[in-house]
């Protein structure tokens, strides 16, 4: 493949007015992308799903380099293989893995590949893993990549170690979750937090990726779910999905209605909202001895007071979990699976399905918590 012009969403400025169908912080424009470098690969996209993440960035709480090509979460074809690249092939359909491994650093070697160094360093550049920037404009200024993947595009290149080939057989639509919302929310439950059979279960926050937990800590054998949010809808489709209590968070009887149903307090709690009061109600609601885990990104100034003293004499844990605690190879296959026997039907966490040419639209529904999981169809 030489350089070819794709259809792209670009981020140019952040913190624009909404509504965003009006302000438009997303341009479709036309950008150029280079063929694929030594061990990376080009990928035609078929879905990309919407995170909060990318509305974090878009919104300005999430400083990134500018202009952005946005978009981590997707599912795609293989069309092209960079030099040294044989483990793939040809039409293989393939889920991204927002933070790209060496494979060589400590992290990565010590079995924690979301916490890989030159991984986290090419995300902060916006570069490719192997250093390069693979996009630029109509006007030859190059446009950075996000999280390594920049998937609202028709066709994206990135790292060999971006991508996890998976069965051809799954929907587009849905192979596009596993790359965020499934990694991140039941890579929480069954990595980070660790859940046996019988923990109580508690889940702040239902966007994608609560709902993913959810369904994670029913899979795991939680015995019992509460989730807890402000949206009175989502809480209604959380209790369709089978959680066994919702809870209005920020009612006044909310804490007492969490340890009522949890004998005392939840043995997980999982804070998945990127708000700061939601993470201390999920630490106040978890037991003693119990695991506090937050998956939400807050902006970086925020803060969470604690008593140390608590941390010790009651030996609770909080612990933060980035992609899931996930080793991409080898857990997307595994929730794929789980969600090919039932197991796992993150299928009626899609609540729309649009064009390129809606992405601002479906921001707008994101920042209202009018959608779960929304994706683009290419």
């Known amino acids: 493949m030489s350089s070819q012009a794709v259809r792209a969403a670009v981020l140019r400025h952040t913190g624009a007015a909404r509504p965003y169908p009006v302000s438009a912080p997303l341009a479709i424009e036309t950008v150029s992308l280079a063929p694929p470098g030594s061990m990376e690969v080009a990928v035609r996209i078929t879905a990309a799903g919407l995170c909060h993440s990318d509305l974090s960035v878009i919104e300005g709480s999430r400083p990134r380099p500018l202009p952005m090509l946005l978009g981590h979460e997707a599912t795609g074809e293989v069309v092209e293989l960079g030099a040294g690249v044989h483990d793939l092939a040809l039409g293989d359909h393939v889920v991204f893995a927002f933070v790209p491994s060496c494979g060589h650093c400590l992290p990565c070697m010590t079995g924690r590949p979301p916490l890989c160094e030159a991984g986290a360093h090419a995300n902060s550049t916006g570069t490719l893993l192997g250093g390069g920037i693979r996009l630029r404009d109509a006007h030859g200024t190059p446009v950075y990549h996000h999280l390594g ?64 937990a959810l369904l994670g800590a029913l899979a795991a054998g939680a015995s019992t779910v509460v989730v807890a949010d402000i949206n009175e809808q989502k809480l209604a489709q959380a209790s369709a999905l089978g959680a066994h209590l919702t809870v209005q968070v920020n009612a006044p009887t909310a804490l007492e209605m969490v340890q009522d149903a949890t004998h005392g307090g939840a043995d997980i709690g999982l804070e998945c909202a990127g708000v700061v009061s939601a993470l201390d109600f999920t630490y106040r609601a978890t037991k003693r001895g119990g695991r506090t885990v937050t998956v939400g990104l807050p902006h970086p100034d925020q803060r969470l007071a604690l008593a140390p003293v608590q941390l010790v004499a009651e030996e609770r844990a909080l612990l933060g979990s980035y992609l899931g605690s996930s080793v991409p190879a080898r857990d997307i296959p595994a929730y794929l699976a789980l969600y090919q026997t039932g197991r796992l039907p993150v299928d009626r966490l899609l609540t729309h399905v649009m064009t390129l040419d809606d992405i601002n639209h479906g921001f707008e529904r994101m920042a209202q918590g009018n959608a779960i999981r929304q994706i683009i169809r290419f």
């Open 149 to 212: 993947v920049s998937a609202f595009a028709e066709y994206a290149v990135v790292s060999r170690r971006s991508l996890v080939r998976i069965d051809r057989t799954v929907a587009p639509e849905v192979a596009a979750l596993f790359g965020c919302a499934v990694m991140t929310g039941v890579g929480a439950i069954a990595n980070t937090a660790r859940v046996r059979l019988g923990e109580t279960v508690l889940i702040t926050g239902l966007g994608g990726i609560g709902f993913a």
